[in-house]
């Protein structure tokens, strides 16, 4: 949620958006994610069908793996309260 700081007259007194307040914030993360090579050629449509294929598996992977721990985790947990966190996340 996005609280926006309002002064006396009721008027915005934040100098800049919220969400370029993060991006200035991270710039050199920000540049290198939207610089990758997979970013510019997802862009452009021109990822080799070989590279996309592996790129699938590996988040497929990644997903799988991921999505088991958290099932572990919210299987094994004996607290109430964490398992409905971990059902929400």
């Keep these: ?9 009721g008027r915005n007194i934040m100098p800049e958006r919220f969400t370029e307040t993060l991006r200035t ?9 939207v610089g990758h090579r997979v970013v510019k050629e997802l862009s452009a449509g021109t990822v080799p069908d070989a590279v ?20 572990a985790a919210l299987a094994t947990t ?4 964490a398992k409905l966190r971990l059902s929400s996340a």
């Design 1 to 9: 949620m996005l609280v926006v700081a309002h002064g006396a007259e």
């Design 25 to 33: 914030a991270s710039e050199s993360n920000w540049s290198q994610a």
């Design 52 to 71: 996309m294929a592996r790129y699938l598996i590996q988040d497929h992977r990644f997903l799988d793996s991921f999505l088991t721990l958290l099932g």
């Design 78 to 81: 004996d607290n109430f309260e």
